[in-house]
């Protein structure tokens, strides 16, 4: 089976790969662009991505859509968090979070897949905002994020060691078990 992610980020795509060609699915990547709709849920924004794309792209696909959420800032950036990312950048959070004690967050991983109607799967990863970047690996907020029981950031973890814990990776992994259960 041939399954089209949409995506630019090729990072994506090899970590979706992992899970999904032990499967007998070849990933393929679809750079595709598609509006992003103000949410309040990483949800909604996964749902109407799929449903605008279905009318564009043929045969089964899917996206994906993550955010961070920051537990002092009452789950900001969440849904904006690309937006955020490119505006204020780490150094704007970590500005925001200047004297606050709190610094609980999580990652937030929607997976939508189209197939003629929209299945979601989604992923978190609990964790904390550190107080400066440490760590060159990784992309987005990785190098602020330091995932609960770990003493490393995200971009200072290999991938291999990210993916095992990723909110992605919980996506996937939750994807996969569906994918093999539901094509047979």
Known sequence: MELSFI??????????RKYL??????????????????????????????KWLS?????????????????SLMGFPGVYSAYVYKTLGIEGILKLLEGVTDRRAYFKSV???????????????????TTEPIGSDGFGFDPIFRPSGFEKTFAEMTTEEK??????????????KWLKENLK
């Open 111 to 129: 997976i939508a897949y189209w197939d003629g109607k929209v299945h979601i799967f989604t992923g978190t990863v609990e964790g904390e905002i």
């Open 163 to 176: 993916n095992r814990i990723s909110h992605r990776g919980r996506a996937l992994e939750a994807f996969a």
């Open 55 to 71: 009318e564009r792209i043929e045969g089964p696909f899917f996206l994906d859509d993550s955010g961070l959420f920051i537990e």
């Open 21 to 50: 060609e032990p499967l007998g699915v070849n990933v393929r990547q679809v750079n595709f662009g598609y509006p992003e709709i103000q949410a309040d849920t990483l949800e909604e924004v996964a749902e109407y991505g799929v």
């Open 7 to 16: 995506t630019s980020n090729p990072g994506k795509v090899k970590e979706a």
